[in-house]
């Protein structure tokens, strides 16, 4: 068993697809108002350098629901903010908590700190990888569509989401179109490995008119991620062509469903039409981060295998 969750691309198909498959049955307990003390006693750390509003919530809720703990630090309030190494950090925590929920920006932090971590370690988002949250958007891909065979496409900048979303459909199989504006591609590297394992096209186009043609799962997130924010006005004068809106959206299928990450800038990378519409499971998507959450922490807390 892989101790940490770090990247999508790390896994089996069959253990991300136990992992969407245990969240909808603790989402099936819940609203039947069965609550699952699996993890009583035990304690995780949030270790958040970036702010966050639905991650937090969403962690904190899941690991209370299943019965456990929650230490929340910010890097202002831990010495990671005064320079103490991480490998330090790391196996310090490793014996006050049973896991270590990482929000940060390197991917090298996480993966240092897994390193010489002896509990696991969970990617909660860095700038290279979001893969608990494109969990989520796969749960609930496979809710309103019943299956994962599915064309999906992401529209905009080729960030740490079109990243993990390059890195599920190598796993699960599905092809996946991304519309990325030249100079603002996904990493290269994910790109060629995500290429090298997967049967079907993963493929990068600079018409997101030509890109969402026959969706069936069409994916956007804000133009300027966390850490930026220098950049923002720049690029909102430079992704103008790939806003999201419902004149765009009439050339993905007509089923098609619309997801975002949340924030949303409205009026920018989705117009309100779009994200209050009909296609639009952003909602569902977002309390789906909380069962995935509750999924992940009791998986790797308890070391379940997977058959």
Same mark, same amino acid.
């Given at each position: 068993?892989?101790?940490?969750?770090?990247?999508?691309?790390?896994? %089996?198909?069959?253990?991300?697809?136990?992992?969407?498959?245990?969240?909808?049955?603790?989402?099936?307990?819940?609203?039947?108002?069965?609550?699952?003390?699996?993890?009583?006693?035990?304690?995780?750390?949030?270790?958040?350098?970036?702010?966050?509003?639905?991650?937090?919530? %969403?962690?904190?809720?899941?690991?209370?629901?299943?019965?456990?703990?929650?230490?929340?630090?910010?890097?202002?309030?831990?010495?990671?903010?005064?320079?103490?190494?991480?490998?330090?950090?790391?196996?310090?925590?490793?014996?006050?908590?049973?896991?270590?929920?990482?929000?940060?920006?390197?991917?090298?932090?996480?993966?240092?700190?897994?390193?010489?971590?002896?509990?696991?370690?969970? /990617?909660?988002?860095?700038?290279?990888?979001?893969?608990?949250?494109?969990?989520?958007?796969?749960?609930?891909?496979?809710?309103?569509?019943?299956?994962?065979?599915?064309?999906?496409?992401?529209?905009? @900048?080729?960030?740490?989401?079109?990243?993990?979303?390059?890195?599920?459909?190598?796993?699960?199989?599905?092809?996946?179109?991304?519309?990325?504006?030249?100079?603002?591609?996904?990493?290269?590297?994910?790109?060629?490995?995500?290429?090298?394992?997967? @049967?079907?096209?993963?493929?990068?186009?600079?018409?997101?008119?030509?890109?969402?043609?026959?969706?069936?799962?069409? %994916?956007?997130?804000?133009?300027?991620?966390?850490?930026?924010?220098?950049?923002?006005?720049?690029?909102?004068?430079?992704?103008?062509?790939?806003?999201? @809106?419902?004149?765009?959206?009439?050339?993905?299928?007509?089923?098609?469903?619309?997801?975002?990450?949340?924030?949303?800038?409205?009026?920018?990378?989705?117009? @309100?039409?779009?994200?209050?519409?009909?296609?639009?499971?952003?909602?569902?998507?977002?309390? /789906?981060?909380?069962?995935?959450?509750?999924?992940?922490?009791?998986?790797?807390?308890?070391?379940?295998?997977?058959?």
């Amino acid at each position: 068993m892989n101790d940490h969750l770090l990247a999508l691309g790390d896994f %089996s198909q069959a253990t991300l697809r136990f992992l969407i498959d245990r969240a909808r049955a603790l989402k099936a307990d819940r609203g039947l108002g069965v609550r699952r003390q699996l993890l009583a006693g035990r304690t995780i750390c949030l270790l958040f350098e970036k702010p966050s509003t639905r991650t937090r919530v %969403s962690f904190e809720a899941a690991m209370y629901g299943l019965g456990g703990q929650v230490i929340f630090m910010s890097t202002k309030e831990s010495q990671l903010g005064r320079g103490e190494p991480l490998k330090d950090t790391a196996r310090v925590l490793s014996r006050y908590v049973d896991a270590i929920v990482v929000r940060t920006f390197g991917q090298e932090v996480v993966e240092e700190l897994a390193h010489y971590a002896t509990v696991p370690v969970i /990617n909660a988002l860095t700038d290279l990888h979001h893969p608990c949250q494109v969990l989520s958007d796969l749960m609930t891909v496979l809710e309103v569509k019943g299956t994962l065979d599915i064309k999906a496409v992401w529209i905009g @900048d080729g960030n740490n989401m079109a990243n993990s979303w390059i890195e599920a459909a190598s796993v699960f199989g599905f092809p996946l179109t991304l519309a990325c504006l030249d100079g603002f591609d996904p990493n290269e590297a994910i790109l060629t490995r995500a290429r090298a394992r997967s @049967d079907l096209p993963i493929t990068i186009l600079r018409d997101p008119a030509e890109a969402i043609q026959g969706g069936d799962v069409v %994916s956007v997130d804000v133009w300027a991620s966390m850490g930026q924010e220098a950049e923002q006005e720049r690029r909102l004068g430079l992704f103008q062509q790939y806003q999201l @809106d419902a004149s765009l959206l009439t050339k993905a299928d007509r089923e098609a469903i619309v997801l975002h990450c949340l924030p949303a800038h409205r009026g920018e990378e989705i117009t @309100d039409e779009v994200l209050e519409g009909p296609q639009s499971v952003i909602f569902e998507q977002a309390e /789906n981060k909380m069962h995935i959450h509750a999924a992940i922490l009791e998986h790797f807390i308890l070391n379940r295998k997977i058959a």
